[in-house]
């Protein structure tokens, strides 16, 4: 690629995002940066900590403070972003994975597949993703990550697969789709060689925004208890520690639900600009 394209591929990127866009890939970007360089740059131990350091004040030791085990705050928040970062990503590609593929089946045969389809996926948006992912989580009677994203993961199939439905119905007849029937190619080669690559901006879209969304509801699952269990750290769950909030100390919540608002802010940024465009 030669300087010019390189060039231009900035500009109409960055004319395609704006600078409040390219502001939240660039929060985005460190965060995923600090995540993968956790363990450098934590300065403490995030699993344990000093009993006589219980909510010890902001000083050059602990420079956030540290919780109601004597644990670093600042250690804590760094690898928490891994898990908070993991559990929406594991969630989009579940609801990815099954959505799409009923979504655009749906909309290519049509007729009575996709009623039944429709009123399926209709069944489980009736419920909130978090009380869905409560329900699914309290049944298994286990608790941890990996529940609380299969879950989550579940309640968000219908979301994912009717906005992909609606705009597999306006490809589904459009004169590329015909002709491409018409030259003899199969189903799924039409579906996966045509199709999902004009269908590719608007679920790269809304997935960019479900993941703010799941960010919140894992979240949501870890204040309660229903994912990521102590001593292992999360923003949820560093939010509804109620050993300190008991104590009136409320450092490690304020700092964990800011970053949490920052990252579902940077986040839903990217994918609304980004969906302004498709829309355009």
């Known amino acids: 690629m030669t300087f010019g394209h390189t060039n231009h591929w900035m500009v109409d990127f960055r004319q395609r995002l704006g600078w409040l866009g390219i502001l939240a890939v660039v929060v985005v970007i460190v965060i995923v ?8 740059l934590a300065p403490k131990s995030h699993l344990y900590g000093e009993l006589g350091d219980q ?10 403070g540290a919780d109601e085990n004597g644990r670093d705050i600042l250690s804590r928040l760094i690898f928490g972003s891994r898990t908070s970062l993991l559990g929406p990503l594991a969630v989009i590609l579940i609801a990815l994975i099954v959505g799409v593929p009923l979504a655009i089946a749906s ?16 069944l489980i948006f009736c419920f909130p993703p978090v009380l869905t992912a409560a329900l699914i989580v309290t049944l298994l009677n286990y608790r941890g990550l990996a529940p609380a994203v299969v879950a989550v993961g579940i309640a968000y199939i219908p979301w994912t697969a009717r906005i992909t439905r609606s705009a597999a119905l306006r490809e589904r007849f459009l004169p590329y789709i015909t002709a491409c029937e018409v030259q003899g190619f199969s189903v799924f080669s039409i579906c996966t060689r045509h199709m999902l690559p004009n269908l590719s901006r608007l679920i790269v879209a809304q997935s960019t925004i479900a993941f703010g969304h799941a960010l919140v509801d894992i979240a949501a699952l870890s204040f309660l208890g229903l994912a990521i269990q102590s001593p292992n750290p999360d923003w949820g769950l560093m939010v509804g520690s109620t050993g300190s909030i008991a104590r009136g100390e409320y450092g490690q919540a304020i700092f964990a639900g800011i970053l949490i608002i920052i990252t579902v802010a940077a986040f839903s940024i990217i994918g609304n600009r980004i969906s302004e465009n498709e829309s355009n």
Do not use: E, Q, T
């Open 33 to 40: 940066i600090v995540s993968l360089l956790a363990p450098w």
């Open 55 to 64: 909510f010890a004040p902001l000083s050059s030791n602990y420079l956030l």
């Open 107 to 122: 909309a290519w045969k049509g007729g009575l597949p996709d009623v039944i389809i429709g009123r399926f996926l209709d």
